[in-house]
């Protein structure tokens, strides 16, 4: 298996600028996690999807940001305005159920100048 | 409740020493503990992993001990290598119901030849 992928690797844009993230998460998996993480604030969970639902976004940021999981082998990872705050890396995981094991995806470097 | 505290931020080591990182937890529900590794520039990654019904649990030269009454658990690296300089983050998590993982801060170790 070719572990979690993720697109694009690093991504530069401006303040104010719509950028869409996306994982594919390991095939039969069915828990999918985006994080992000800086050097303030460490790793943090936004979002995680169990089956395709919405299970917890209390962690993501604010109204700006949305994600989705239309079916079971894609999720996106959207923020609209961006921020140069958003600055981070984006990494997405994904888990089988009844595993502990999450898998990680390389991440995806974003720069909003 | 839901935090996992972990120490320290940083900690450097010369080649051959023991390495220990350190973290705490409240919920009492966690029951199953990992610490991932990470190094730079890739996601993190499942390094060795404790149930609470053991004290201790060693894979090669990496030991989880664990203290339930503490509330408290530790990695420990023997023969520390500078191949094992990277970020450790501890977790915590409940296994039923998809729960999702609570990660510490991070613990940059450095590892001197």
């Known amino acids: 298996d070719a572990g979690v992928i993720q697109s694009p690797r690093h991504e530069v844009t401006e303040m104010g600028q719509e950028v869409t993230l996306r994982c594919k998460p390991i095939?039969?998996?069915?828990?999918l996690f985006w994080y992000r993480q800086t050097m303030m604030r460490g790793l943090e969970l936004l979002i995680y999807?169990?089956?395709?639902?919405?299970?917890?976004d209390s962690g993501m940021p604010e109204d700006r940001f949305s994600a989705k999981m239309p079916n079971a082998s894609f999720s996106t990872l959207k923020i609209q305005p961006s921020e140069p705050r958003d600055s981070a890396v984006y990494f997405c995981?994904?888990?089988?159920?009844?595993?502990?094991?999450?898998?990680f995806g390389p991440g995806t470097r974003l720069l909003v100048l | 409740q839901q935090q996992v505290k972990q120490s320290p931020q940083s900690l450097i080591v010369q080649k051959g020493g023991i390495s220990i990182i350190n973290c705490a937890y409240e919920?009492?529900?966690?029951?199953?503990f990992p610490w991932y590794q990470q190094f730079p520039g890739k996601g993190p990654a499942l390094l060795i992993a404790?149930?609470?019904?053991?004290s201790e649990k060693k894979e090669g030269r990496f030991t989880i001990s664990f203290n339930k009454s503490a509330k408290q658990f530790s990695l420990h690296i023997m023969d520390s290598q500078p191949g094992d300089s990277a970020t450790y983050f501890c977790?915590?998590?409940?296994?039923?119901?998809?729960?999702?993982?609570?990660f510490g801060q991070g613990t940059r170790l450095t590892i001197n030849p």
């Open positions: 995981a994904s888990r089988q159920n009844l595993q502990e094991t999450q898998y």
């Open positions: 095939s039969g998996h069915n828990s």
């Open positions: 999807f169990n089956n395709n639902v919405p299970i917890d």
């Open positions: 919920n009492t529900a966690f029951d199953y």
């Open positions: 404790i149930r609470p019904d053991v």
């Open positions: 977790a915590a998590q409940i296994i039923q119901g998809a729960q999702k993982l609570v």
